[in-house]
């Protein structure tokens, strides 16, 4: 069986662009993956990062949205500990109010930051990663899916008048998250793009945990893959410079741009970046393909989310083609 395809992009900001200029290669990117026949496509939530513009999920999901027609937008995710769950509810129940069925929720229990950028995100109150359960429960209530005798739900309304909900998913790279998702009985997206490794554990411990749902009858575990598919294999690993540059520089608690194949290559640290352990498939379609394919029966996963960090537009959405040629 030949399970869908969908995209995570962070809209990186390449050495000599700008912000403007990352959001519109995401939206330029939706469209591809809209026309190539992907599900769904994912934007992050990441603050105070010199290198990546999607600060608002929200915000790029609209945007994203309006400038397509049937894909699926969501976020990947949006990080609930920096918000108010009615915050959030309102943002995407309004979402969801202008683009019916066409919205995810996808949500983590991660700052995704350093403490002093969560704290300037919700000040002296903000959350910990223990409230998420809670905040989760409280979220999903005003979202039209109660799951306890009493919440926010009792008091609060994320919109006035609700038709439909956005589909809510929970993201992890651990296992707390899978059996989390399991027991609430909703999708899960486990975050194997992170290289932390623990894939397969946490989506056997999702599964186990597994409770059918109104929402969900059976698990529908999703898993992410970094991507990079071009003509030829050499072509692909000279693509894929940038990133495992950055990858290190993640790493290692440095900031390193986005830079061109040529100058990311000739960077006095690319060496250690090249060495350094890694699940990302690179290589002709062929390749790709075969290593998703194994990835898909070692997880049994239901759908794969292909992040694709390279330093043009142009070599993504080519990735993205020959993969949905291949698949």
């Known amino acids: 069986m030949t399970i869908p395809l969908s995209v995570l992009d962070l809209a990186m900001v390449p050495e000599g662009a700008t912000s403007g200029d990352a959001l519109a290669q995401t939206t330029e990117l939706a469209k591809a993956a809209e026309e190539l026949g992907y599900t769904r496509i994912w934007v992050a939530e990441h603050h105070n990062m010199a290198t990546v513009a999607s600060t608002t999920p929200g915000v790029l999901m609209a945007h994203v949205a309006a400038n397509t027609d049937r894909i699926k937008v969501g976020s990947g995710g949006v990080m609930l500990p920096n918000h108010a769950p009615l915050a959030i509810a309102e943002q995407f129940a309004l979402l969801e109010a202008l683009y019916p069925g066409r919205v995810d929720l996808g949500i983590g229990r991660a700052p995704g930051t350093d403490r002093a950028t969560a704290l300037a995100l919700r000040g002296a109150r903000a959350a910990q990663s223990e409230d998420f359960p809670r905040n989760l429960i409280d979220l999903m209530g005003l979202l039209g899916d109660v799951r306890g005798e009493s919440g ?89 410079a940038p990133g495992r540059l950055r990858r290190l520089g993640i790493r290692t608690g440095r900031t390193i741009p986005l830079l061109p194949p040529d100058e990311a290559r000739a960077h006095p640290n690319f060496e250690q970046a090249a060495a350094m352990p890694a699940t990302s498939l690179v290589g002709t379609a062929d390749d790709v393909v075969s290593g998703m394919r194994d990835l898909v029966n070692r997880t049994q996963a239901s759908e794969l989310m292909l992040h694709t960090s390279t330093y043009a537009l142009a070599d993504r959405v080519t990735s993205l083609k020959l993969i949905a040629d291949h698949w």
């Open 152 to 240: 926010l739900w009792d008091r609060f309304r994320a919109t006035p008048q609700a038709t439909s909900s956005p589909a809510v998913i929970p993201l992890g790279s651990s296992g707390f998250s899978a059996e989390l998702a399991g027991l609430l009985g909703l999708p899960f997206a486990f975050a194997h793009h992170f290289d932390m490794g623990g894939t397969v554990e946490a989506v056997d411990m999702y599964r186990e945990a597994f409770r059918p749902s109104p929402v969900l009858d059976e698990p529908y575990p999703i898993v992410t893959a970094s991507t990079i598919a071009a003509e030829s294999t050499e072509h692909a690993e000279w693509l894929s």
